[in-house]
């Protein structure tokens, strides 16, 4: 009799009717969840990028990270850093913290217009460096 | 001024290059790099700076290509980073371009860097060119700074111990000796003979197979090199256990100056027993042949040494007397003593005539040498003439005439006096005391023996030995004995002495209650011309 019972009905359907039981779960109930992971994993991959791009202790052959590197031994605030690294580039350095060691790149002449007019800046960021 | 208590505060510039220096990012080099370009000034100073104190091969052979350039102070810095250098080094010696390599090659002689020598090796070993020559002349040069830095005092120590780079320098030589076959540069086997030294297996097993690839050039090497080291090795070969042949026959026919200035330098410890013998086997030492040579163009140290080493020598009695004839009759005085000092061992009739040559010589030293000989060459009159030496003038040929008799001594007089006869006595008795200054006051000692008998016998001695007179304050203090035949005695010796002093005693002596004692006083102040009753004895 048992047998003939479970035959006629689905496996998947018992406890359907008992009365505590909710309504049944499907893969569109979970979006929200799986939002919040991506959303957790991309905070967690740009701590990391952000610590490991601060992280001046890390062995690496980074030019740019030398540059901040650089600037944070000088104590370089957004302003100057930002100025210095328009310099680096201007001057087509190989390397952009050649502008440390290189007190003519600060000579107003021989730079773009876009940052002569910032002279006395680029002046005060020299007498900073050398 | 810096205020108390903070920092100083750090030039820009400077904090640029530590920062720079110090860098974990490997971008820091070709920054410091770009900077040589400048070529001067201190941003140039302060790349140089930071590049060497990094470890990046790049930064160092950029750094290499400006060598020439550099100022001293420049080069100074360079080399205060050497010990992180060496990689450039290497590649640059072995696969930089001419400028690079002949930077290397400055630099590493500038800082007398030993670690690179191997590397030099290397390129010594190389067909013959201009590098493979320049990499010789340097890797000699740098074996011997390392022979002297490892020969000085080096107190108190600092840094590596040379010895551990001696012992590395010398596997790569010894590596090189091993492929001699293949390259054939001798000046890298006379480099492995310099640092080697006397006890290395690889050397001796060389030096002992005629038919090893080495030998003939080892023994070249050994007979031609004028290297201080090569010439070190060969006399502190000769005194270590069992010195090769090669080295015992090198020692014997070299002739050069160089070596015989060395060989003669070298220390003759008659307590080492292994340089004894080597010393013995050999038969003939070229330059000591030249005598004359000897006696004009070495000091009298040097001549006095050639003496020496003939002597220790194997070489035959012939060639050590004819040596020393011509050092006696034309040598320094150094030189002529040590050869009188040498023939002493050798016996014959030409080694006595030497020895009678050296007493005729007019400096004292060297006839006090000679004399030292009389008495065992058993030379016809050396008795007689050495007891006429006692008085010479000169202090150093009266003692050493003195130190010939030495047997003549109170001490032997003493313990044979009683065996001997009346006559024996006296002969013997006047040459002790003319032979032992000690005499007078041995006899003192022994007239104021508590044992008579002891006292009785010293005015014996002192009679048979006619130093009576000298003993004039004993005798007279004899008077005062206890024992009347002391008294006796004693007043009767005292005829012999001529003190005023003495007089007197022997007139109080006349008052003695011993009638033998007033007797004897008597008799010795007729001696003196006195006449004196005869007191009366006591009761």
Redesign the interface.
Request: hydrophobic content about 40%; some cysteine.
């Given at each position: 009799m048992i047998a003939s019972l479970t035959s006629r009905l689905p496996l998947a359907e018992i406890g359907d009717d008992f009365p505590t039981s909710g309504p049944r779960l499907n893969w569109s109930d979970l979006w929200a969840w799986g939002v919040a992971a991506i959303v957790a994993a991309l905070l967690a991959a740009i701590v990391v990028q952000l610590r490991k791009r601060n992280d001046?202790?890390?062995?690496?052959?980074?030019?740019w990270?030398?540059f901040r590197?650089?600037c944070r031994?000088?104590n370089l605030d957004g302003a100057s850093q930002r100025l210095l690294a328009q310099v680096a580039r201007a001057r087509s350095?190989?390397?952009p913290?050649?502008v440390?060691?290189?007190?003519a790149a600060f000579e107003i002449a021989s730079l773009p217009p876009s940052l002569r007019n910032r002279g006395d800046q680029l002046l005060r960021l020299r007498g900073?460096?050398? | 001024m810096v205020p108390l208590g903070q920092p100083a505060r750090v030039n820009p510039l400077q904090r640029t290059i530590d920062a720079l220096a110090k860098s974990h990012n490997e971008a820091a080099a070709p920054t410091l790099t770009a900077a040589l370009a400048l070529g001067s000034g201190p941003v140039f100073d302060g790349a140089i700076t930071g590049l060497v104190a990094r470890r990046n091969k790049a930064g160092h052979l950029a750094v290499l290509r400006h060598w020439d350039a550099l100022s001293h102070t420049q080069k100074l810095l360079v080399e205060k980073g050497r010990h992180k250098m060496a990689g450039a080094l290497r590649e640059a010696l072995l696969e930089g371009d001419d400028q690079l390599f002949a930077s290397a090659r400055d630099f590493v002689e500038a800082s007398g860097d030993f670690d690179l020598i191997p590397t030099l090796v290397v390129v010594a070993e190389q067909p013959a060119g201009v590098r493979s020559q320049a990499a010789l002349d340097l890797t000699g040069r740098l074996i011997d700074q390392l022979r002297t830095w490892i020969e000085s005092d080096r107190t108190p120590a600092i840094g590596r111990d040379p010895e551990t780079i001696r012992h590395c320098v010398l596997e790569s030589l010894e590596r090189s000796v091993e492929r001699f076959a293949e390259h054939k540069r001798p000046e890298l086997l006379e480099a492995f003979v310099v640092l080697a030294g006397p006890r290395n297996e690889a050397l001796l097993r060389i030096m002992e197979t005629p038919h090893h690839p080495c030998y003939a050039s080892v023994v070249q090497t050994l007979t031609r090199s004028e290297s201080v080291g090569v010439m070190q090795l060969l006399t502190r070969t000769l005194a270590g256990e069992d010195a090769p042949q090669v080295v015992r026959s090198d020692i014997s026919k070299r002739a050069d100056r160089p070596f015989v200035e060395a060989l003669l330098a070298m220390a003759i410890d008659p307590t080492n027993g292994a340089q004894r013998r080597n010393l013995a086997r050999i038969k003939t030492i070229a330059c000591c042949e030249a005598a004359q040579t000897l006696c004009v163009e070495y000091s009298p140290e040097q001549q006095a040494a050639a003496m020496r080493l003939l002597a220790a020598s194997g070489a035959a009695d012939e060639q050590k007397l004819a040596l020393a004839e011509t050092l006696l009759k034309q040598g320094s005085l150094e030189g002529r003593v040590t050869a009188c000092m040498a023939i002493q061992p050798v016996g014959g009739q030409r080694a006595n005539k030497l020895v009678l040559l050296a007493m005729k010589d007019p400096v004292g030293a060297v006839q006090a040498a000679a004399i030292r000989q009389l008495r065992e060459r058993r030379i016809p009159g050396a008795m007689t003439k050495l007891l006429e030496l006692l008085d010479h003038s000169d202090p150093v040929v009266s003692a050493a005439a003195r130190a010939a008799l030495a047997e003549f001594s109170f001490d032997n007089y003493t313990s044979r006096f009683d065996v001997l006869e009346e006559d024996a006595r006296r002969t013997m008795g006047v040459r002790v005391a003319k032979v032992d200054p000690t005499v007078a006051t041995r006899l003192k000692q022994e007239l104021a023996h508590p044992a008579r008998r002891t006292r009785l016998r010293a005015l014996e001695m002192g009679s048979a030995m006619s130093v009576l007179p000298q003993l004039a304050d004993a005798l007279i203090e004899r008077l005062e004995d206890e024992d009347h035949l002391v008294r006796v005695a004693a007043a009767e010796a005292m005829q012999y002495c001529t003190a005023d002093d003495v007089r007197a005693a022997l007139l109080t002596a006349i008052g003695d209650k011993s009638v033998a004692v007033q007797t004897a006083a008597k008799g010795s102040l007729r001696a003196f011309g006195v006449e004196a009753p005869l007191a009366e004895a006591a009761p």
């Open positions: 001046m202790d890390e062995r690496c052959d980074n030019p990270k030398l590197e650089l031994v000088h350095f190989s390397q913290a050649q440390f060691l290189t007190p900073q460096l050398f | -």
